[in-house]
């Protein structure tokens, strides 16, 4: 039923990936690997655009070593991420509470009032499933501390994509390396907006304990306008 409040949980676990020291099949290779003259220049990062450009006024980027740039960059766009769902969510949720069967249709009000509304047996089912992708994800990322070198351990591994954890179920990503760059960077650009969209939402819904559609209807007076109204075909129960 709400989107908004699940969604914006996984925040709290997205940044939690190098806390999962959990590496499955060994690689044979994963041993020999070595790092030498590794040098990432923020410059070079997909995310900078004009008329602004690199904007790090408490330069963060400018102190940071290639490996802890690697883990800026990667918790920077799994946030925006998460804040892009979320915000979706905030819109998506409160519109059509209580005309949607998930939850039996119970979850009602704004964002924030409706996690404790949500049964327990979704909140483990979520867990487990956001156990596994950070597991899947910090595999890719960060090398195996069971294989490689001492001097490897807790290292994030320069071949690795940020953000690409191989879900593309519909054969987005572009082949050419400019194309993929603008791609990311518009990604980078959405989730920045995101993550102060969905933090302005928390906070107004703080405020006044109103929901940010009813909000928006409010504040725009659309209340007062006649609307068709609709109701959603019933659907089986879901087991949550």
């Given at each position: 039923?709400?989107?908004?409040a699940t969604?914006?949980?996984l925040?709290?676990l997205?940044?939690s990936?190098?806390?999962?020291n959990?590496?499955g099949?060994?690689?044979?290779?994963?041993?020999?690997?070595?790092?030498k003259g590794d040098?990432?220049?923020?410059e070079?990062?997909?995310?900078i655009?004009?008329?602004?450009?690199?904007?790090?006024?408490?330069?963060?980027?400018e102190?940071a070593?290639?490996?802890?740039?690697?883990?800026?960059?990667?918790a920077?766009?799994?946030?925006?991420?998460?804040a892009?769902?979320?915000?979706?969510g905030?819109?998506a949720?409160?519109?059509v509470?209580?005309?949607?069967p998930l939850?039996?249709g119970k979850?009602?009000?704004?964002?924030?009032?409706?996690?404790?509304?949500?049964?327990?047996g979704f909140?483990?089912?979520?867990?487990?499933v956001?156990?596994?992708?950070?597991?899947f994800r910090?595999q890719?990322?960060?090398y195996?501390?069971?294989?490689?070198?001492?001097?490897?351990?807790?290292?994030?591994?320069?071949?690795?994509?940020?953000?690409?954890?191989g879900?593309?179920?519909?054969?987005?990503?572009?082949?050419d390396p400019?194309e993929?760059?603008?791609?990311q960077?518009?990604?980078l650009q959405n989730?920045?907006?995101?993550m102060l969209?969905?933090?302005?939402f928390?906070?107004?819904e703080?405020?006044n304990?109103k929901?940010i559609?009813?909000?928006i209807?409010v504040?725009?007076k659309l209340?007062e306008l006649?609307?068709?109204?609709f109701e959603l075909?019933?659907?089986?129960?879901?087991?949550?």
């Amino acid at each position: 039923m709400k989107y908004s409040a699940t969604v914006s949980l996984l925040g709290l676990l997205a940044p939690s990936a190098n806390a999962f020291n959990v590496f499955g099949k060994k690689s044979s290779t994963a041993g020999t690997v070595a790092v030498k003259g590794d040098a990432l220049a923020v410059e070079d990062l997909p995310g900078i655009v004009p008329p602004v450009g690199l904007f790090d006024p408490l330069g963060l980027a400018e102190r940071a070593t290639s490996n802890l740039l690697r883990k800026y960059r990667e918790a920077e766009l799994t946030h925006g991420r998460i804040a892009m769902l979320a915000s979706l969510g905030f819109f998506a949720g409160e519109a059509v509470q209580g005309a949607t069967p998930l939850f039996e249709g119970k979850v009602s009000g704004a964002g924030i009032t409706q996690l404790g509304q949500v049964p327990a047996g979704f909140w483990i089912t979520f867990t487990v499933v956001a156990f596994a992708i950070e597991t899947f994800r910090v595999q890719k990322m960060v090398y195996d501390p069971t294989t490689c070198p001492p001097e490897l351990k807790n290292k994030y591994n320069p071949e690795y994509t940020f953000g690409d954890i191989g879900f593309d179920p519909f054969g987005l990503k572009p082949e050419d390396p400019e194309e993929l760059k603008l791609m990311q960077t518009k990604e980078l650009q959405n989730g920045r907006l995101a993550m102060l969209a969905s933090s302005g939402f928390l906070a107004q819904e703080l405020v006044n304990k109103k929901g940010i559609v009813e909000n928006i209807v409010v504040g725009l007076k659309l209340d007062e306008l006649s609307l068709p109204s609709f109701e959603l075909p019933s659907l089986p129960s879901l087991p949550f």
